[in-house]
């Protein structure tokens, strides 16, 4: 008779188990998400980045944090507006992705107690989608299109004529029989936000009468934005917790929400739900995020320039094909953060990797090679 072997039992520690498979449990979704690409501090919005934000928006201007030049502009148009009884000019917000573009425009529509209506350029394919639109506004009613910049050519040209006198051009019939007819539209305010007003055409532009950019955010200020989400969501994060989230947050509020749920998660785990500035900094370095908010994208691109390039200058095609990423990707989600924060600086002749980036990553800066410029964090109180 053949014996039957039994299988020995595996001591497990089971405690420090337990803490690894549930803390990657509540990891896993965000790890197959295809945000991961870019990293948990890309500016980039998720789907839950999206239902976060309707949950912690701002509804009133006087609840929205930073931005003070903007809001106190808005501030006087949207009175003055109130005031007078009429539709607010057309608004245009640019800025990179992230700082609140459509957050605002929320807040412009609740405080002149308009109706809301969104869309996006890349949505609005034909003329019709338009005038869809359009024809079912009511009086003072906001219209907010996200990224203007890829609006079709065609649409816009339908929307001249609506900004400017508050008219659709439609076209009836085809050919020789066709015949152009004129609807007027109720006055109301086109809200439009881009991250490259630089592409959008003079004429659309220039019908915008209000014209805001935003700036990267200050550490404080996304300390106030960090405390106050967690506020709303019943999250346990201490002051010094709160701004060390802020400091590795790139200046970006959709980053600084994103970093909080995460490291809520580690929380749960490893801290009784509680984040202080330790826990902070453990779940950071576990998701890859450095004291400066540097991701692993981030730092691919900028040890590529140094490695790679000996520090520029390098072509953005360049730069693109030795990292394996787009060149969009790259101009569009990296490169900004990085520019602003004095890491990387845009020459004619290419990329270069400054002062900052060499002693970032601990090595020497070479004769020539640099100029001095002044870390811009800590110019952010």
């Known amino acids: 008779m053949t014996p039957v072997l039994a299988m020995p039992v595996l001591a497990i520690p089971d405690r420090f188990f337990l803490d690894v498979v549930l803390f990657t449990i509540s990891l896993f979704s965000t790890m197959i998400d295809p945000i991961v690409k870019q990293g948990v501090v890309t500016p980039l919005a998720d789907p839950r980045d999206k239902a976060l934000a309707r949950t912690v928006r701002p509804r009133r201007i006087d609840e929205y944090v930073g931005q003070s030049a903007v809001r106190a502009q808005m501030e006087v148009f949207i009175e003055a507006a109130k005031r007078r009884g009429e539709a607010l000019d057309h608004v245009l917000i640019f800025g990179p992705p992230g700082l609140g573009k459509t957050t605002l425009a929320h807040v412009v529509s609740n405080e002149l107690g308009a109706n809301f209506r969104q869309t996006s350029g890349p949505v609005l394919e034909r003329p019709g989608d338009l005038a869809a639109l359009l024809t079912n506004l009511e009086p003072r009613d906001v219209l907010f299109i996200d990224e203007m910049h890829r609006l079709n050519p065609v649409v816009e040209e339908i929307l001249y004529p609506a900004m400017e006198d508050f008219q659709l051009d439609i076209m009836i019939g085809e050919g020789p029989a066709a015949r152009s007819i004129k609807l007027d539209l109720p006055p109301f305010t086109l809200v439009g936000a881009t991250t490259r007003?630089?592409?959008?055409?003079?004429?659309?532009?220039?019908?915008?009468?209000?014209?805001?950019?935003?700036?990267?955010?200050?550490?404080?200020?996304?300390t106030t934005i960090i405390e106050r989400s967690a506020g709303i969501l019943d999250i346990h994060v201490a002051r010094d917790g709160a701004r060390e989230l802020a400091r590795r947050s790139r200046g970006t509020p959709r980053i600084a929400n994103r970093l909080l749920r995460r490291v809520r998660d580690y929380a749960e785990i490893k801290a009784e739900?509680?984040?202080?500035?330790?826990?902070?900094?453990?779940?950071?370095?576990?998701?890859?995020?450095?004291?400066?908010?540097?991701?692993?994208?981030?730092?691919?691109?900028?040890?590529?320039?140094?490695?790679?390039?000996?520090?520029?200058?390098?072509?953005?095609?360049?730069l693109a094909a030795a990292i394996g990423e787009e060149r969009g990707t790259i101009e569009d989600v990296v490169e900004p953060y990085l520019i602003q924060q004095g890491f990387l600086q845009r020459t004619p002749r290419g990329r270069m990797a400054t002062r900052n980036t060499w002693l970032h990553f601990g090595f020497a800066p070479p004769e020539g090679k640099t100029n001095e410029t002044p870390h811009q964090m800590d110019l952010l109180p």
């Open 273 to 318: 739900g509680r984040i202080s500035e330790e826990v902070a900094k453990e779940a950071l370095t576990l998701l890859d995020v450095d004291v400066a908010g540097f991701d692993v994208m981030d730092q691919k691109l900028l040890l590529a320039i140094l490695q790679k390039f000996d520090g520029g200058p390098v072509g953005v095609d360049s």
């Open 197 to 222: 007003a630089g592409l959008l055409t003079s004429p659309l532009r220039d019908r915008f009468g209000i014209v805001q950019r935003l700036e990267f955010y200050h550490v404080h200020e996304l």
